[in-house]
């Protein structure tokens, strides 16, 4: 958490206007533009989504789309079937590219974000979320290097 906030500032001290337009911020408590948490048990249905590498080298979740209603609560069931450290995040499309940057620079930051978890091979993680607005947002793997071997896909909100 300390090098987490160590790493924000030092960011934020470098590049004050890549921030002052987005949607993280410290914490990330609350309502965000892609909803908020919500108490296990409330969720009307269960997504299972799989976070994986293919035989040809390439990193996949399972489903590549994801599509809700507005008002709805979900419980995303996250497993990491791979044999990499991996992790699932869902944001603005702006948000999501932010985020990945900082963690291109700072590959050994770890969030303790409310709309992400991260995952060893083999582990289970799960998100209770209430999808508040429509629009279209993002999922994606950001740990160095995966997004672009095909980790993230399209969340939409209807
Ligand atoms: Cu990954």
């Avoid at 890549?18 to 269960?46: L, S, V, Y």
């Avoid at 590498?53 to 069931?77: C, H, Q, S, Y």
């Avoid at 770890?110 to 429509?134: C, M, Q, S, Y």
Wanted: net charge negative; with cysteine; glycine share 10%.
């Amino acid at each position: 958490m300390k090098s987490t906030l160590l790493a924000m500032t030092m960011i934020l001290a470098a590049t004050p206007m890549a921030f002052a337009a987005g949607t993280h911020k410290g914490g990330h408590d609350g309502m965000m533009d892609i909803g908020q948490a919500a108490e296990a048990g409330t969720e009307t249905r269960t997504i299972q989504v799989k976070l994986m590498e293919t035989e040809e080298g390439d990193m996949v979740f399972e489903p590549r789309v994801l599509d809700f209603k507005a008002g709805e609560t979900v419980r995303l069931a996250i497993e990491n079937v791979g044999e990499n450290e991996h992790e699932f995040v869902m944001d603005t499309v702006a948000a999501v590219a932010e985020h990945k940057e900082l963690m291109n620079e700072f590959p050994e930051m770890e969030h303790d974000d409310p709309n992400a978890v991260r995952l060893a091979p083999g582990e289970k993680g799960e998100i209770v979320w209430t999808f508040a607005n429509a629009g279209s947002f993002q999922f994606a793997c950001l740990i160095p290097g995966h997004y672009e071997a095909g980790m993230h896909g399209a969340l939409s909100v209807n």
